[in-house]
């Protein structure tokens, strides 16, 4: 199916990981070294990198930063962290998605099953067949023909939203895109401008779900081709 990179320095979990990534019919290489498997994302990257933290050499974060600097590549995190702050690192620096230890290994298989299915989707998506346009008056935005009556709070989160289709932006981030000026603001704040934009997004369709939560973590821009609509 897929060539799948582990990064694991752990032999236990590499093994696990392995054997069902197997049976799932992809093809598997292993690294357990930070700095080599920078090189190889870099040079000759898989189609997915299952990538963990603590790494030698060069942390899995680290490595995450660095290849964002350059591509979309996929990559999930696998972590024995599970806080909450951790994981919010991980995907302000681009994370396609985060996996805490211990884990199943047949759910990690589906999560990467997932990944790729909406790497493939946001490398696929024909522009022109779902364009959104900002006009330069404050808060009108015109998606697949639909003009959208917008705050400036909510024109400011649908751009940064739909300027990276399928990539999950944390509340944080979001709340930098919609409220640059402010410094003391909850980030809570953006929920409850998620959940006014989508009301005037299903105005465009309302069997789409234009904006995806990822719970605890943030949101992101789930675009569709004109036919779905």
Known sequence: MSRILLVEEGREAASVLLDE??????????????????????????ALTLLDVELPHVSGLQILEKV??????????????????????GFELGADDYVCKPFSPKEVAVRIHVVLRRYAQRR???????????????????????????????????????QEPGRVLTRSKLLE???????????????????????????VSTAHDWIRSVYGVGFAWESQARHDA
């Open 21 to 46: 990534l197997h049976r799932a019919g992809h093809e598997v290489d292993h690294i357990d070294d930070g700095a080599v498997a920078l090189h190889r994302v870099l040079t000759s990257p898989p």
């Open 124 to 162: 696929s998506v024909v522009r022109p067949s779902v364009p959104i346009t900002f006009g330069a008056v404050r808060g009108c935005a015109i998606l697949d023909g639909h003009y959208l009556p917008l705050t400036r709070r909510e024109s400011l989160l649908l751009r940064a939203l739909s």
């Open 68 to 89: 964002r600097a350059r591509s979309d590549h996929p990559i999930i995190m696998l972590t024995a962290r599970s806080d909450e702050a951790d994981r919010l690192r």
């Open 177 to 203: 895109a919609a409220f640059p000026e402010a410094l003391d603001v909850n980030e809570r704040v953006v929920d409850t401008h998620i959940k006014n934009l989508r009301k005037k997004l299903a105005t």
